[in-house]
């Protein structure tokens, strides 16, 4: 067995990237980050200031920023904390590097050629999907064994694969959409995105690893995640999809209401209130945004109910996704990488730059909705999340092209 001992503790090498799957997965997510934020603010520039010109998409380009960030960006992200920490949950074997280098290559590939097709290469949209598509595939035909090798029920594990399973049909409804279907298909590929895939994934780990951190290194914790919260969660999580899917949206504060009131008690249950490092407090002010989230979700659809305006716009899903989905990603992915790459679990520079400033731009996002001029408002928030990631993102890739600093495998 290979170990980091094998490489000058200086070196650089991009074949280190196959030593463990949030090597590869968490590179390749560093990347997609950087290139789908260029592009995408590249775009509202010039939307806003024709000056500098800049092709439509053959497709709409807020659906494929949607697609983008949702089923390619965030998913490399996902698949490289599943393919590691799902062995380990069920203690099982860890995956080898031929399990997961396909679901990198097919993610990689799969957005390159989608942000080359944007510009105007229109095959690459294409292309692109069908490599997602494939990276996908693989990642789940490895993930899905080892929950019938485990001799136990590790439900967390089993709630993370549905939701990548509900994700796996949002990104097939999109494939449909660009081979001849109708828009409707797009429609639906986004919302499951949103509400099948990524917020049951995000609570999931959430309620998996956020107490078992904090128990770690806060005295007198006691760690609450009951089974039937995050059923709970599961449940209206699906209904308000399933409203969103049929457009009914004057009804969706019945299920965002309950919502909100578990997205406190789940905070303020979680909350750590002892002597805590700053690595855990920012995992908590990123949880912060999901009953903000809900709170816009509910009283835009109170609003729609009474007056018929969508007077909130994309608010709450900026909240969401920008905020929580930003925030806690930032504080995930470093807490990961510090402790997996053998330095002390302390909050970075980089990483304190990236998640301040994230704060800043998801209230900037939220503010477009409301401003004289929004899209000179969204133009400058896509601008401020590459001046937030870009130090991150190089500080990331950094380590993941660098042996472990303790010598450690992995």
């Known amino acids: 067995m290979h170990t980091d001992r094998d490489l000058?503790?200086?070196?650089?090498?991009?074949?280190?990237?196959?030593r463990a799957p949030h090597r590869l997965m968490f590179f390749v997510?560093?990347?997609?980050?950087?290139?789908?934020?260029l592009w995408w603010?590249?775009?509202?520039?010039?939307?806003?200031?024709?000056?500098?010109?800049?092709?439509?998409p053959e497709v709409y380009a807020g659906w494929l920023h949607a697609f983008v960030m949702q089923y390619q960006m965030l998913a490399s992200f996902i698949f490289g904390f599943l393919l590691?920490?799902?062995p380990r949950w069920m203690g099982l074997r860890e995956f080898e590097p031929w399990r997961y280098l396909p679901v990198g290559l097919g993610l990689f590939g799969g957005q390159l050629?989608?942000?080359l097709g944007a510009p105007g290469w229109n095959a690459g949209i294409v292309v692109g999907v069908l490599m997602t598509l494939a990276g996908w595939l693989a990642g789940?035909?490895?993930?899905?064994?080892?929950?019938?090798?485990?001799?136990?029920?590790?439900?967390h594990a089993r709630s993370c694969f549905g939701a990548l399973i509900l994700g796996l049909l949002g990104l097939a409804a999109w494939t449909v959409f660009l081979l001849g279907g109708s828009p409707l298909w797009a429609f639906a590929s986004i919302k499951v995105g949103t509400f099948g895939f990524l917020l049951p994934m995000y609570l999931t780990v959430a309620h998996r690893m956020f107490p078992f951190f904090t128990g770690n290194v806060v005295a007198h914790y006691t760690p609450w995640r009951p089974l039937w919260l995050l059923a709970a969660f599961w449940a209206l999580v699906l209904a308000h999809l399933a409203l969103e899917l049929v457009h009914a949206y004057a009804w969706l504060w019945i299920v965002d209401l309950p919502l909100l009131f578990l997205a406190v008690v789940l905070w303020y249950r979680w909350w750590p209130r002892g002597k805590k490092p700053a690595l855990l407090t920012v995992l908590f002010l990123g949880l912060a945004w999901l009953p903000a989230a809900f709170l816009l979700y509910a009283a835009q659809s109170i609003a729609y109910l009474q007056t018929g305006v969508y007077a909130l716009g994309r608010a709450p899903a900026h909240a969401l996704f920008v905020g929580f989905f930003g925030s806690v990603l930032i504080a995930m992915v470093?807490?990961?990488t510090q402790g997996h790459s053998g330095r002390a679990l302390v909050m970075p520079g980089a990483a304190w730059f990236a998640f301040t400033l994230i704060q800043g731009v998801t209230l900037i996002r939220i503010a477009a909705e409301f401003g004289a001029d929004g899209m000179r408002m969204q133009a400058i928030a896509a601008i401020g999340w590459l001046i937030a990631l870009t130090p991150w993102v190089i500080w990331l890739g950094r380590i993941y092209l660098s042996p472990r600093?303790?010598?450690?495998?992995?």
């Open 334 to 336: 470093t807490r990961v």
């Open 8 to 18: 000058p503790a200086s070196s650089f090498s991009p074949r280190l990237l196959a």
């Open 113 to 115: 050629a989608t942000l």
């Open 29 to 37: 997510g560093a990347s997609n980050v950087a290139l789908a934020m």
């Open 405 to 410: 600093t303790d010598g450690k495998p992995g």
């Open 84 to 86: 590691t920490v799902f």
């Open 41 to 56: 603010a590249a775009w509202l520039v010039a939307a806003r200031w024709p000056v500098l010109q800049m092709p439509q």
């Open 140 to 155: 789940v035909f490895t993930l899905a064994p080892l929950l019938w090798r485990e001799r136990g029920v590790t439900w």
